[in-house]
Protein backbone atom coordinates (compact mmCIF):
# COMPACT_ATOMS: atom_id res chain seq x y z
CA UNK A 1 0.00 0.00 0.00
CA UNK A 2 2.91 2.87 0.74
CA UNK A 3 4.33 1.40 -2.80
CA UNK A 4 0.87 2.94 -4.32
CA UNK A 5 1.10 5.95 -2.28
CA UNK A 6 4.84 6.18 -3.36
CA UNK A 7 4.10 5.75 -6.65
CA UNK A 8 0.82 8.34 -6.89
CA UNK A 9 3.13 11.01 -5.43
CA UNK A 10 5.55 10.58 -7.78
CA UNK A 11 3.70 10.62 -10.62
CA UNK A 12 1.50 13.40 -9.83
CA UNK A 13 4.93 15.36 -9.12
CA UNK A 14 6.13 14.69 -12.35
CA UNK A 15 4.52 17.45 -14.70
CA UNK A 16 6.65 18.48 -16.99
CA UNK A 17 6.31 21.71 -19.31
CA UNK A 18 6.98 20.38 -23.26
CA UNK A 19 5.88 23.42 -25.34
CA UNK A 20 5.56 27.13 -25.25
CA UNK A 21 4.95 29.71 -28.50
CA UNK A 22 7.81 31.51 -29.59
CA UNK A 23 8.21 34.86 -27.66
CA UNK A 24 9.01 38.53 -28.91
CA UNK A 25 12.02 40.49 -28.42
CA UNK A 26 12.00 43.45 -26.13
CA UNK A 27 8.99 42.07 -24.42
CA UNK A 28 10.42 38.21 -23.51
CA UNK A 29 7.68 37.77 -21.38
CA UNK A 30 5.03 37.62 -23.75
CA UNK A 31 4.86 35.31 -25.92
CA UNK A 32 3.27 35.93 -29.31
CA UNK A 33 2.07 32.75 -31.87
CA UNK A 34 4.14 33.46 -35.52
CA UNK A 35 1.69 32.13 -37.29
CA UNK A 36 -1.52 34.71 -36.41
CA UNK A 37 0.39 37.18 -34.76
CA UNK A 38 -1.51 37.18 -31.39
CA UNK A 39 -0.73 37.07 -28.20
CA UNK A 40 -0.95 33.20 -27.14
CA UNK A 41 0.12 31.87 -23.78
CA UNK A 42 0.48 27.62 -24.09
CA UNK A 43 1.56 24.89 -22.47
CA UNK A 44 1.55 21.26 -22.84
CA UNK A 45 1.18 19.49 -19.32
CA UNK A 46 2.66 15.54 -19.16
CA UNK A 47 0.20 13.57 -16.46
CA UNK A 48 -0.20 10.17 -16.46
CA UNK A 49 -3.74 9.93 -16.95
CA UNK A 50 -6.37 9.11 -19.50
CA UNK A 51 -8.53 11.65 -21.84
CA UNK A 52 -11.19 11.05 -20.33
CA UNK A 53 -9.70 11.84 -16.83
CA UNK A 54 -8.10 14.88 -17.71
CA UNK A 55 -11.54 16.49 -19.53
CA UNK A 56 -13.86 15.14 -16.22
CA UNK A 57 -11.38 17.24 -13.86
CA UNK A 58 -10.91 19.90 -15.91
CA UNK A 59 -14.60 20.12 -16.36
CA UNK A 60 -14.50 20.39 -12.56
CA UNK A 61 -11.66 23.08 -12.71
CA UNK A 62 -14.05 25.50 -14.58
CA UNK A 63 -16.93 24.92 -11.84
CA UNK A 64 -14.40 25.54 -9.61
CA UNK A 65 -12.91 28.43 -11.24
CA UNK A 66 -15.27 30.50 -12.63
CA UNK A 67 -18.52 31.84 -11.74
CA UNK A 68 -20.84 31.11 -14.43
CA UNK A 69 -18.96 27.97 -16.33
CA UNK A 70 -21.98 27.64 -18.28
CA UNK A 71 -22.23 30.78 -19.70
CA UNK A 72 -18.01 30.74 -20.05
CA UNK A 73 -17.56 27.65 -22.03
CA UNK A 74 -18.84 27.88 -25.40
CA UNK A 75 -17.72 24.02 -26.41
CA UNK A 76 -17.66 21.03 -24.01
CA UNK A 77 -16.93 18.35 -26.27
CA UNK A 78 -16.36 14.91 -24.26
CA UNK A 79 -15.56 12.77 -26.91
CA UNK A 80 -12.59 14.68 -28.20
CA UNK A 81 -11.19 16.02 -24.94
CA UNK A 82 -12.23 19.44 -25.83
CA UNK A 83 -13.29 22.89 -24.12
CA UNK A 84 -13.33 26.14 -25.44
CA UNK A 85 -14.49 29.35 -23.82
CA UNK A 86 -14.54 32.98 -23.77
CA UNK A 87 -14.53 35.07 -20.16
CA UNK A 88 -12.74 38.69 -18.94
CA UNK A 89 -11.04 40.26 -16.54
CA UNK A 90 -10.56 43.68 -15.16
CA UNK A 91 -7.03 45.94 -15.92
CA UNK A 92 -5.86 47.80 -13.70
CA UNK A 93 -3.15 50.75 -13.18
CA UNK A 94 -2.10 52.80 -10.39
CA UNK A 95 -2.00 56.87 -10.62
CA UNK A 96 -0.29 58.40 -6.89
CA UNK A 97 -1.59 54.91 -5.42
CA UNK A 98 -4.61 55.33 -5.83
CA UNK A 99 -5.73 52.27 -8.04
CA UNK A 100 -7.75 53.21 -11.31
CA UNK A 101 -9.56 51.34 -13.85
CA UNK A 102 -8.50 50.63 -17.22
CA UNK A 103 -10.58 48.43 -18.87
CA UNK A 104 -11.78 45.07 -19.27
CA UNK A 105 -10.06 42.14 -21.21
CA UNK A 106 -11.64 40.08 -23.33
CA UNK A 107 -9.73 36.54 -23.63
CA UNK A 108 -10.59 32.82 -25.50
CA UNK A 109 -9.06 29.78 -23.83
CA UNK A 110 -8.89 26.50 -24.76
CA UNK A 111 -8.31 23.02 -23.23
CA UNK A 112 -7.34 20.49 -25.47
CA UNK A 113 -6.98 16.84 -23.60
CA UNK A 114 -5.20 13.37 -24.74
CA UNK A 115 -4.42 10.43 -23.23
CA UNK A 116 -1.08 11.71 -20.87
CA UNK A 117 -1.39 15.03 -21.17
CA UNK A 118 -3.31 18.13 -21.67
CA UNK A 119 -2.79 21.22 -23.52
CA UNK A 120 -4.28 25.00 -22.61
CA UNK A 121 -4.46 27.88 -24.56
CA UNK A 122 -4.52 31.52 -23.45
CA UNK A 123 -5.31 34.22 -26.60
CA UNK A 124 -7.19 36.02 -28.54
CA UNK A 125 -6.67 39.36 -25.56
CA UNK A 126 -9.20 42.65 -26.81
CA UNK A 127 -9.23 45.46 -24.69
CA UNK A 128 -12.60 46.97 -24.50
CA UNK A 129 -13.09 50.22 -22.75
CA UNK A 130 -15.01 53.06 -24.56
CA UNK A 131 -13.70 50.55 -27.98
CA UNK A 132 -12.41 47.26 -28.64
CA UNK A 133 -8.44 47.43 -28.59
CA UNK A 134 -6.58 44.23 -29.87
CA UNK A 135 -3.86 44.26 -26.97
CA UNK A 136 -1.24 43.21 -29.35
CA UNK A 137 -0.77 46.93 -29.90
CA UNK A 138 1.06 47.03 -26.54
CA UNK A 139 4.29 45.23 -28.11
CA UNK A 140 4.70 48.05 -30.62
CA UNK A 141 6.52 51.03 -28.77
CA UNK A 142 6.77 52.57 -31.77
CA UNK A 143 3.01 53.17 -32.04
CA UNK A 144 2.05 56.64 -32.54
CA UNK A 145 0.12 56.31 -29.48
CA UNK A 146 2.84 54.01 -26.96
CA UNK A 147 2.36 54.89 -23.20
CA UNK A 148 4.38 53.35 -20.72
CA UNK A 149 1.01 51.50 -19.03
CA UNK A 150 1.48 49.29 -21.44
CA UNK A 151 4.13 47.64 -19.91
CA UNK A 152 2.27 46.96 -17.25
CA UNK A 153 -0.63 45.58 -18.73
CA UNK A 154 1.34 43.31 -20.51
CA UNK A 155 2.71 41.88 -17.13
CA UNK A 156 -1.04 42.01 -15.65
CA UNK A 157 -1.87 39.58 -19.06
CA UNK A 158 1.28 37.44 -18.30
CA UNK A 159 0.41 37.48 -14.78
CA UNK A 160 -3.37 36.42 -15.63
CA UNK A 161 -2.50 33.44 -17.72
CA UNK A 162 0.25 32.07 -15.78
CA UNK A 163 -0.08 32.73 -12.44
CA UNK A 164 -3.84 32.60 -12.48
CA UNK A 165 -5.41 31.22 -14.94
CA UNK A 166 -2.57 28.05 -16.05
CA UNK A 167 -1.70 27.82 -12.19
CA UNK A 168 -5.18 27.02 -11.27
CA UNK A 169 -5.88 24.51 -13.93
CA UNK A 170 -2.43 22.80 -13.45
CA UNK A 171 -2.88 22.34 -9.94
CA UNK A 172 -6.51 21.10 -10.05
CA UNK A 173 -5.52 18.51 -13.04
CA UNK A 174 -3.30 16.58 -10.33
CA UNK A 175 -5.50 13.75 -9.38
CA UNK A 176 -6.11 13.66 -5.80
CA UNK A 177 -3.86 10.98 -3.09
CA UNK A 178 -6.57 8.48 -2.14
CA UNK A 179 -4.89 6.83 0.93
CA UNK A 180 -6.83 3.66 2.27
CA UNK A 181 -6.56 3.22 5.82
CA UNK A 182 -5.96 -0.22 7.07
CA UNK A 183 -8.25 -2.48 8.82
CA UNK A 184 -7.35 -3.98 11.77
Not at 105 to 131: G, Q
Request: hydrophobic residues 35%.
Amino acid sequence: MKKLVTLLLLLSSGIAVIAQVGKVEGTERIPVNPNTNLITFQEVVQLESSQEDHFNRASEWLNHYFKQPLHVTKVRDAANGLIKGKHQFELVYYEKDIMKRAGIVKYYFKIECKDNRYRWTVDNFVLTDASRKPCERWLDKTHRDYNEQWEVYLEQLRSFAYDNFAKSLNEYMIPPVIVEEEEW
